[in-house]
């Protein structure tokens, strides 16, 4: 087993004026299983697994955190950032989105950027290419259907359309 115990750790001791316990927090051992990774204590002479919202016995759980760098509007107006969703500048605090970035509040909300392609539906695809007025009856029961555009890198869309999926999936 190979730890990175001492070199690699930050220990921060920190103090909460509430309560009068310290809190210790480390980065956990990770070994590579497998099936994945296992998360150890990193407190104990004899690392073992921990886990989100439960306390081992030596009273140590895991925190898991969903971390994003937020660029403050002064510097993306600075670094002439532009948006990929509202292909604006000017400022404005944004976040990094894959080769780009975009602001941080929904500046264009008819505009979805999406992290992962959707579940691709055939149906969508026809409802989407019904006249107006009927597709509106029938997205009453199905879910809007939606087209999903490509986009470059850089994020002008390229006028390919990838495919079509329910904007609400409705059981
Ligand atoms: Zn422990
Ligand atoms: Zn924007």
Redesign the pocket.
């Known amino acids: 087993m190979k730890n990175h115990k001492g070199s690699s750790m930050k220990r921060n001791i920190n103090h909460s004026p509430e309560t009068p316990f310290k809190v210790r927090e480390s980065a956990p051992i990770l070994m590579p299983k497998k099936d994945g990774v296992q998360v150890l204590c990193p407190f104990c002479k004899v690392p073992h697994p921990i886990l989100p919202g439960q306390d081992a016995t030596c009273g140590t759980s895991l925190r898991v955190m969903a971390v994003q760098t937020i660029i403050p509007s002064r510097v993306a107006r600075l670094g002439k950032l532009t948006?990929l969703?509202?292909h604006?500048g000017g400022g404005?605090d944004m976040v990094r989105y894959a080769n780009g970035y975009?602001?941080l509040e929904d500046?264009?909300p008819a505009t979805r950027l999406l992290a992962e392609p959707p579940k691709f539906s055939r149906l969508a695809k026809i409802i989407y290419q019904l006249p107006a007025r009927v597709r509106k009856l029938v997205e009453k029961r199905t879910g809007r259907a939606q087209a999903v555009e490509e986009i470059d890198p850089e994020g002008k869309e390229t006028g390919k359309v990838l495919g079509y999926f329910f904007l609400k999936a409705k059981v």
Request: proline residues 0%; glycine residues 12%.
């Open positions: 948006c969703k509202c604006k404005g975009i602001h500046c264009a």
